[in-house]
């Protein structure tokens, strides 16, 4: 079973950065997906990026250029390593996975293991 656990969350002022975590056990699969999703408060959880086992990566438009998803295969581990934060970037951040994947795609919606969540305040 897959189990995630997120890590790296803090306040921090408008421009600043943080390298969120999250360590991933269970992942015994050779075809998945690992993602970082947000959601603010009084909103829907949102994705933000995806990076499948072959470290093909993806970001929506708002994430472009600030933020860069990666792991660490052999420690099992995910980042999110968050540049030029936003007071609108404030949210818990949750890590999720698809796996075992059976497509070539990572859809958001089929995302169906999460962590806790970690949370990010971006102060103007």
């Known amino acids: 079973q897959v189990q995630l656990q997120e890590s790296g969350g803090g306040s921090v002022q408008s421009g600043g950065s943080l390298r969120l975590s999250c360590a991933a056990s269970?992942?015994?699969?050779?075809?998945?997906?690992l993602a970082w999703f947000h959601q603010a408060p009084g909103k829907e959880r949102e994705g933000v990026a995806t990076i499948d086992n072959d470290g093909r990566t993806n970001y929506v438009s708002s994430a472009k250029g600030r933020f860069t998803i990666s792991q660490d295969k052999d420690k099992n581990m995910l980042y999110l390593q968050m540049n030029s934060l936003k007071p609108e970037d404030t949210a818990m951040y949750y890590c999720g996975a698809i796996a075992p994947r059976y497509g070539s795609t990572c859809p958001w919606l089929h995302f169906g293991h999460w962590g806790q969540g970690t949370q990010v305040t971006v102060s103007s």
């Open positions: 269970g992942l015994t699969y050779s075809s998945y997906c």
